[in-house]
């Protein structure tokens, strides 16, 4: 599967997944002391819905223009910032670098890695004069593993890769893998496609031996309706009440996008 963001910001799969980034992240803020979000792919930051990829396959209307006018009851951090950046009407999506950045605190720092050389140099244009965020030219894969765990011992490692190449999943499991030997109480948030149950169901198998970990799935479509009916979340070292959350989350989104005709669950693979 090859899954190039700019087409797809502010789908119905971004506003799941970036809507549950904001219920981890105000967990975090729960406790006074500093965090750091490791953002494995992070892409470009922000996305124009006026651009020509955007526009092309149409996608956040029916996402993100679906949940603009009347804020999501169970994510209300999320709504927030996505009227915060777009005061006079619809017109940009955040990606998971600029969802985190504007929930930070002061003392609380962003890590993104990219790999492609242009999408480098826009985040590090966009994030220049934030002292709290750092951007790195590197495999965030190899990243995981190099950089945990961070100083302020607290944060999340957020894992969003496109599924460009056929062992994806095998790279990602040992990246996790690797990040939970260096940081074993580290709390991790893997995003991936549902179109069909090849990926989810392999990341939930490797999941069910890392510590506490949670599954979400939110298909606002029926198999056959759409060409990616849906995605999935695994947390790992899952915070505590997480899962109450999301099951309010994926419940409210459920009934907001799509045809009405999919299907949502949340549940734990391994308790411990």
Request: aromatic share 8%.
């Amino acid at each position: 599967m090859n899954y190039r963001h700019a087409f797809h910001a502010g789908n119905h799969i971004d506003v799941f997944k970036h809507a549950a980034l904001t219920l981890v992240l105000e967990r975090l803020k729960d406790k006074d002391q500093p965090f750091a979000v490791l953002d494995s792919h992070a892409g470009i930051g922000v996305y124009n819905l006026a651009s020509d990829e955007a526009e092309r396959t149409g996608e956040f209307k029916e996402g993100v223009a679906r949940v603009f006018d009347a804020p999501v009851g169970a994510a209300p951090d999320y709504s927030r910032l996505i009227h915060e950046m777009n005061p006079d009407g619809l017109a940009a999506y955040p990606g998971s670098p600029e969802v985190a950045r504007r929930l930070l605190r002061q003392g609380d720092r962003l890590v993104l890695c990219e790999l492609h050389p242009a999408d480098v140099a826009t985040l590090k244009a966009r994030y220049r004069t934030d002292p709290r965020v750092g951007v790195h030219h590197r495999d965030g894969y190899e990243a995981i593993a190099a950089l945990l765990p961070p100083p302020e011992r607290r944060g999340l490692v957020l894992v969003d890769p496109p599924f460009e190449k056929t062992d994806e999943v095998q790279s990602l499991v040992r990246a996790v893998d690797a990040g939970l030997k260096r940081w074993a109480t580290g709390s991790f948030m893997i995003w991936h496609p549902i179109k069909d149950r090849t990926i989810a169901d392999a990341l939930s198998s490797a999941a069910r031996r890392w510590p506490k970990s949670l599954r979400a799935e939110l298909c606002p479509y029926a198999p056959g309706e759409s060409s990616l009916p849906g995605g999935g979340l695994i947390f790992v070292n899952t915070p505590w009440k997480l899962d109450g959350r999301l099951k309010a989350l994926a419940g409210e989104l459920a009934g907001r996008l799509g045809t009405g005709n999919g299907s949502w669950s949340v549940e734990w693979l391994n308790d411990q």
